[in-house]
């Protein structure tokens, strides 16, 4: 088993949990626009998580305030934060999101595992604008009907893919915003010519385009907006960094003319 089908077996457990109770939040504000802001913006933007271990690299910084650090990033700028909410392989919690979402004025991430509408349900409630479908994780049908569910709920759709033929499946689909994940979450491996690999293969322009994983250096950042990102999803090296502000401005470049042209 890979241990991407090891957290959605997790996930389908977690599910029938969720099914059975009533959903513990009620969000105090409404989903708060986050594509239509990036588009005006003359620097590549960040969208910056709340990690506090993963199953590649365990601890990072399990005992995180996760309020004071989303405080941190929104001071930084930051277009958006990214909170895990798993538990078992990540450390996280839909309390931290919410405890996030309530404390900060951007649009949070509920970076999940998602297979099943409740969880959108307990996201949205929770204070989520945004939420992640990983094409790999899903049949086709479960990637279209999880979109247009949390579309018809207010919410935007971040769609990750890893693979060609993931993005194939997912074009389809005509998203907004598509996620390429730097790293093969069945394997761990981070590549960061994967954005370039796959940028290129997505036709419409509109289309906002994050580069998730791996972003250490400056050069990283510019290997990125020049394959075509206009976001980038930056954890780990976030996390780490004893001078966020410094982390997080090391990895903020312009949006030079190249980054419509590179596509
Ligand atoms: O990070 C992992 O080990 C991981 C393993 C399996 C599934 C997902 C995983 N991570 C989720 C993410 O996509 C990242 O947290 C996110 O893109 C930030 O990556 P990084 O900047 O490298 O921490």
């Given at each position: 088993m890979t241990v991407l089908e090891n957290i959605i077996a997790s996930k389908q457990i977690e599910v029938e949990r969720l099914?059975?109770?009533?959903?513990?939040?009620?969000?105090?504000?409404q989903p708060?626009?986050?594509?239509?802001?990036?588009a005006n913006s003359s620097e590549v933007q960040i969208i910056s998580e709340i990690k506090r271990a993963s199953p590649s690299k365990g601890d990072i910084r399990t005992e995180i305030n996760p309020v004071a650090q989303a405080k941190?990033?929104?001071?930084?700028?930051?277009?958006?934060?990214?909170?895990?909410?798993?538990?078992?392989?990540?450390?996280?919690?839909m309390e931290d999101l919410q405890a996030v979402a309530e404390a900060v004025r951007i649009p949070v991430l509920c970076k999940d595992f998602i297979i099943h509408p409740i969880q959108i349900d307990h996201a949205k409630a929770?204070?989520?604008?945004?939420?992640?479908?990983?094409?790999?994780?899903?049949?086709?049908?479960?990637?279209?009907?999880?979109?247009?569910?949390a579309i018809n709920?207010?919410?935007?759709?971040?769609?990750?893919?890893?693979?060609?033929?993931?993005?194939?499946?997912?074009?389809?689909?005509?998203?907004?915003?598509?996620?390429?994940n730097n790293r093969n979450l069945k394997t761990f491996e981070v590549d960061l010519q994967t954005t370039a690999k796959l940028a290129a293969?997505?036709?419409?322009?509109?289309?906002?385009?994050?580069?998730?994983?791996?972003?250490?250096?400056?050069?990283?950042?510019?290997?990125?907006?020049?394959?075509?990102?206009?976001?980038?999803?930056?954890?780990e090296t976030l996390m780490r960094a004893t001078n966020v502000s410094k982390a997080f401005n090391e990895l903020k470049v312009a949006k030079e003319r190249s980054t419509k042209h590179a596509r």
């Amino acid at each position: 088993m890979t241990v991407l089908e090891n957290i959605i077996a997790s996930k389908q457990i977690e599910v029938e949990r969720l099914l059975q109770v009533s959903i513990p939040f009620h969000a105090a504000k409404q989903p708060i626009p986050f594509k239509d802001t990036i588009a005006n913006s003359s620097e590549v933007q960040i969208i910056s998580e709340i990690k506090r271990a993963s199953p590649s690299k365990g601890d990072i910084r399990t005992e995180i305030n996760p309020v004071a650090q989303a405080k941190q990033y929104e001071a930084c700028g930051a277009a958006a934060i990214s909170v895990l909410t798993d538990t078992t392989f990540f450390k996280g919690s839909m309390e931290d999101l919410q405890a996030v979402a309530e404390a900060v004025r951007i649009p949070v991430l509920c970076k999940d595992f998602i297979i099943h509408p409740i969880q959108i349900d307990h996201a949205k409630a929770a204070g989520a604008s945004i939420v992640l479908l990983i094409v790999a994780a899903l049949s086709k049908q479960q990637l279209h009907d999880l979109y247009h569910y949390a579309i018809n709920k207010g919410l935007e759709v971040i769609c990750e893919v890893h693979q060609v033929t993931e993005l194939e499946v997912l074009l389809e689909l005509n998203p907004e915003i598509i996620g390429i994940n730097n790293r093969n979450l069945k394997t761990f491996e981070v590549d960061l010519q994967t954005t370039a690999k796959l940028a290129a293969l997505i036709p419409h322009r509109d289309t906002l385009i994050i580069s998730e994983s791996g972003f250490r250096t400056r050069s990283d950042a510019i290997l990125a907006r020049d394959a075509g990102a206009e976001v980038l999803l930056i954890g780990e090296t976030l996390m780490r960094a004893t001078n966020v502000s410094k982390a997080f401005n090391e990895l903020k470049v312009a949006k030079e003319r190249s980054t419509k042209h590179a596509r």
